[in-house]
């Protein structure tokens, strides 16, 4: 199947009993048996499994070319069963530039755990290999990353590893499987946080794991099981029924992206537009070899470099709502250092580039007229 046949009919039945075209809401939390550890079907429990979660999982599995599909609580839940793959003393190279929320977890939780956490910019493939030890288990990529977004080439990492034991884990939420497919390149774990573009809407909050190998894939499902940081039902299906439509969002989130990305480096209070799309993006050449389109996230800063001047921007914002996440069908705005990466220290967050007047647009599927009419009323103001 080609991927918009693929969100809507992968790996995906109608329900056994009625033949009911969308999967029910299975509100339950355990399964009658006909004798004791004899259930009635293939369910015992929810924790372990339950029907629309699977439903939403083997969906998951499918769009990502994987073999295992796991849907979380969250997708920091998510990270933190695949950090459980892991053992005191092992060491995980990350890229610097990250999501707060992934960073706040490595550090203040794991790294007690006698983890080793080490960030650099993934710019160039040698400067992973020179920070690979006999103790590294895992490579952490977000591509593009939040909210700089620079790119990482996945493939060129995933050469570079290959043969060892170590795991690539790449987190897709800014791209999607349909802008990017990290399996495909050679990666063995694809996170993804479904509160964003899976789930679409912004009324809900889910993770997301796909595993490439099997039993990789089972591993992670037991570590899921024990943990019990699982997706409830009513979530399960709202984001099954956000990936149908994710292929037409995620158009759409681009064409409007590549607009306000063009539309802001041409205005003259603007500095600096971060998006991979544009021809002046350092990495472009990556992000057109990589990514079949250059999604809805851009970045930007002003020509002042005053923070007071991002906050006015802010504020007078309309259309625009100003809030944290990203994904919805809404655009959203977001004031990266007093809002989602207020959790990286400011001495670190001034090293990668995170500055106090950086602003972070998540570009909804509006009309892109309204959306340049909310941005230029902003900067008249």
Request: proline residues 4%; glycine residues 8%; contains cysteine.
């Amino acid at each position: 199947m080609k991927f918009n046949t693929k969100v809507i009919h992968g790996n995906q039945h109608p329900e056994p009993t009625t033949g009911s075209v969308n999967v029910p809401v299975f509100l339950t939390s355990t399964f009658a048996q006909k004798s004791p550890g004899n259930p009635i079907g293939e369910y015992e429990y929810s924790r372990a499994a339950n029907p629309t979660r699977q439903a939403l999982e083997d969906s998951l599995a499918s769009i990502e070319n994987g073999t295992k599909g796991l849907a979380f609580g969250s997708g920091l839940a998510a990270i933190d069963c695949v950090l459980k793959l892991l053992k005191p003393g092992d060491e995980i190279i990350a890229v610097d530039d990250l999501y707060g929320g992934s960073y706040r977890l490595f550090v203040r939780l794991f790294e007690k755990y006698n983890l080793k956490f080490t960030f650099i910019n993934f710019d160039d493939v040698s400067k992973v290999e020179d920070k690979i030890t006999d103790k590294t288990r895992l490579i952490w990529i977000e591509t593009p990353t939040n909210p700089l977004m620079k790119l990482v080439d996945i493939k060129a990492v995933c050469d570079l590893v290959k043969g060892k034991n170590i795991l690539v884990a790449v987190d897709n939420t800014f791209a999607t499987p349909y802008l990017q497919k990290p399996l495909d390149l050679g990666a063995d774990i694809v996170m993804h946080s479904a509160t964003k573009y899976l789930g679409g809407h912004s009324d809900l909050v889910a993770g997301a794991l796909v595993a490439k190998d099997e039993k990789l894939g089972e591993e992670l499902h037991f570590i899921q099981f024990a943990s019990g940081g699982i997706l409830g039902p009513m979530d399960s299906y709202l984001v099954l029924r956000g990936i149908k439509t994710l292929a037409l969002r995620v158009q759409r989130h681009s064409e409007n992206g590549m607009k306000i990305a063009e539309y802001l480096e041409n205005h003259p209070a603007v500095d600096k537009v971060f998006y991979p799309g544009l021809k002046s993006h350092p990495q472009n050449d990556l992000a057109q070899k990589q990514m079949s389109d250059f999604g809805g996230m851009v970045s930007f800063t002003f020509k002042s470099g005053k923070k007071e001047d991002a906050i006015k921007f802010l504020e007078n914002l309309k259309v625009f709502t100003l809030a944290e996440s990203l994904g919805g069908v809404e655009s959203l705005a977001n004031h990266p250092a007093l809002m989602t990466h207020a959790s990286i220290p400011a001495k670190k967050r001034a090293e990668l580039g995170i500055t106090d007047d950086l602003i972070r647009l998540s570009v909804g599927i509006e009309d892109a007229e309204d959306l340049l009419q909310d941005l230029e009323n902003a900067f008249s103001k």
